[in-house]
């Protein structure tokens, strides 16, 4: 009877018999077989004997009973040889007696169906395990590709992989090859189940002479039954944190991680592989009696953890520069955009921080109406975004409004100067021609009305100087005197000579209506222009290709402008219909208009009458009320105080309007 040659297995198998078969000498070749024929007497024995074959004869059956043995069979306890006359089920049946050749053979034939049995069982368990493993990387992948964060991303690998591999430490090192002369591995995380202690992120410089710099270098994984145990390798376990913590590292296990080109980018490290797990390591000879070398059954798992760690350290590295370029993108922008207008550079950024900072008092404000809109991450960032990119569509304003300083252009001012000095020289000339006439005693001249003429030019002469410095007083960008308003209409009025001797007036319908602006120095199509930058902001900002993410920046900024009560523009939106972020956004924007110490045209206004032109506004249903009343009480304005916002040195000499600042003029 040959039933294996794996001596290991047939150790385990055992014979349980009857007196019956005891008295039939097989037990001696079967021995030879390596296998242990005990002769039973009781359930109790049997059970505690566990055999993998039941041969039964009269007396054994009457020990046991029927139904016990039927039990036993049922649940795959055993296998069960029978004598044929038995009233009892069993798998194989020998004849009365116990016929040595049958019976011999029928024992090799149960003992195989055993082993056959055994060998399914353990074979499904491997299948359910690997099962249960796949599964668990599955649910491990899905997870490691939702985290955002890097730093908690890191941490559930770490777990992910301790958990896998039932040990009690691991650590996690990203490779630095930015400079390829001088790469090095970072220490980026390390956990430890059995000790606290305080971590923080180390540098090392990439060489053959560490565990992990050695795995990092040539892409080797290493499995160390003890580190402390190595010999001529051309790596050595570095003792420091065990020295300074008292903690025991004995097995080890290091693998390169390597994204989808292959290259490394990091290496896992799995330290003390235990019996089982949530062992507390807590001193060496816990750590001699429960620790032991990672099995190579866990090695395709870890692996495995490697290979979904690179995809989603490199996605997540990724996005991350992903988010630094567009970062670095708005800020170029806005920065570019601001250069335009040096002297008002700072604006965009003030305005995103005093946004974000009112924002943020939302959540403990108190204000019930609003917890059904706080603003989560992704809308902070949006609003972020709207803040800083708010203002750019004054690419598209004209840059003769924009640097409009005062109400006539210099080309304008120079034309009405020459008409008014062109006709003076007439004039002079006029009297010039009067004086010879009475120098010459000229016959029928009368002297006296040729004295009057002469006083009645001198008169106009004069009248045009003080035009001129009406002229110069309402050209400037202040409140327009009423006096100096009714002398435009005169002036206006006044008929010169032209150098083609045609009577013009000395100031035309345009010239006129930009004179005649009672505050600032815009007209109304120019007032038109300057709020066309809205549109122009959202037209651009619509060319953006934006993620779901940040799909409301357009709308965010296009209605910055916008107030409760209708009246703002560009589409005159509303109460709800306006985005909380961009109501946030309105009162910053007024704030750092009212405040900002760097406009030419306007001096800076102190926080309390700054405060009080914001109620204002929001009791005319322009602002919204309670954000206004949030700003002031929070102190949000605060965060913009001491900050620099743009970098000292000489500033460009050009006036610049800010297209912010035209809502104002009204208030200040």
């Not at 039954?225 to 376990?237: A, I, K, L």
Request: with cysteine; charged share 20%; aromatic share 6%.
């Amino acid at each position: 009877m040959k039933l294996t040659n794996d001596k290991h297995l047939l150790q385990k198998l055992v014979i349980g018999h009857g007196p019956a078969f005891s008295n039939t000498g097989m037990q001696k070749e079967l021995n030879e077989q390596q296998l242990r024929c005990v002769e039973v007497n009781s359930a109790q024995e049997i059970l505690k004997l566990s055999p993998a074959l039941l041969i039964l004869d009269q007396q054994l059956l009457e020990a046991l009973t029927i139904p016990t043995v039927e039990q036993w069979r049922s649940k795959q306890f055993l296998m069960v040889i029978a004598e044929q006359h038995l009233e009892v089920e069993a798998d194989l049946y020998v004849p009365t007696g116990f016929n040595k050749r049958i019976t011999l053979k029928h024992i090799e034939s149960a003992l195989l169906i055993y082993i056959q049995q055994l060998q399914h069982q353990e074979l499904r368990q491997q299948f359910s395990n690997k099962s249960n493993s796949l599964t668990r990387l599955t649910e491990i992948g899905i997870a490691l590709s939702a985290e955002k964060n890097l730093t908690a991303l890191l941490n559930r690998i770490l777990d992910e992989g301790r958990k896998l591999a039932c040990c009690d430490a691991a650590s996690l090192f990203l490779l630095d090859n930015e400079d390829k002369k001088n790469s090095h591995l970072i220490l980026k995380l390390t956990q430890n189940a059995s000790i606290e202690f305080d971590f923080e992120e180390q540098c090392f410089a990439l060489s053959d002479s560490s565990i992990s710099g050695y795995v990092a270098t040539h892409g080797n994984e290493l499995n160390i039954e003890d580190v402390y145990q190595m010999q001529d390798s051309p790596y050595q376990f570095n003792p420091i944190f065990d020295h300074a913590t008292g903690y025991r590292c004995q097995s080890l296990l290091a693998l390169p991680i390597c994204n989808h080109l292959g290259n490394i980018i990091g290496v896992l490290q799995f330290i003390n592989h235990t019996k089982q797990a949530g062992v507390c390591l807590n001193s060496h000879s816990v750590t001699k009696e429960n620790v032991i070398p990672f099995e190579q059954s866990i090695c395709p798992l870890l692996r495995a953890l490697a290979s979904q760690s690179a995809i989603a350290i490199e996605n997540r590295r990724l996005i991350e520069s992903i988010h630094r370029l567009f970062e670095g993108f708005v800020q170029a922008s806005v920065t570019a955009i601001e250069q335009r207008d040096p002297t008002t550079s700072g604006h965009s950024f003030r305005v995103a921080d005093l946004s974000i900072a009112l924002a943020n008092c939302l959540p403990n404000s108190g204000l019930t109406q609003y917890q059904q809109q706080l603003l989560s991450k992704k809308d902070l960032r949006q609003l972020k975004y709207a803040a800083l990119l708010h203002d750019f569509g004054k690419v598209g304003v004209k840059e003769s409004v924009l640097t409009k300083a005062k109400k006539l252009t210099e080309h304008q001012l120079d034309i009405i100067k020459y008409r008014i000095r062109l006709t003076q020289q007439t004039l002079l000339r006029q009297r010039a021609e009067v004086e010879l006439k009475l120098f010459n005693e000229t016959e029928n001249l009368n002297p006296q009305l040729m004295l009057k003429q002469q006083q009645s030019i001198q008169q106009q002469i004069a009248q045009l100087e003080q035009f001129w410095l009406d002229i110069l007083q309402a050209n400037e960008p202040t409140i327009l005197v009423e006096s100096i308003s009714e002398n435009l209409q005169q002036i206006h009025a006044y008929q010169a000579v032209n150098d083609s001797g045609i009577l013009t007036p000395l100031i035309n319908k345009q010239e006129l209506l930009a004179l005649s602006i009672p505050k600032g120095s815009l007209t109304g199509e120019e007032m038109d222009e300057i709020r066309s930058h809205v549109i122009h902001t959202e037209t651009f900002l619509r060319q953006i290709p934006w993620t779901h993410e940040l799909q409301d920046i357009p709308n965010i900024a296009g209605a910055h402008h916008e107030k409760k009560d209708g009246s703002g523009y560009p589409r005159g939106l509303t109460g709800q219909q306006i985005p909380l972020a961009s109501q946030i956004m309105t009162v910053c924007d007024i704030y750092d208009a009212l405040t900002a110490s760097d406009r030419p045209y306007k001096n800076a206004l102190p926080n309390e009458i700054a405060f009080k032109i914001l109620n204002n506004e929001a009791e005319k249903e322009q602002l919204n009320g309670d954000l206004v009343k949030l700003f002031i009480d929070s102190k949000a304005y605060l965060v913009i105080k001491d900050k620099q916002y743009k970098k000292d040195g000489n500033e460009c000499g050009n006036f610049h309007h800010h297209v912010c600042d035209f809502d104002l003029l009204d208030e200040n």
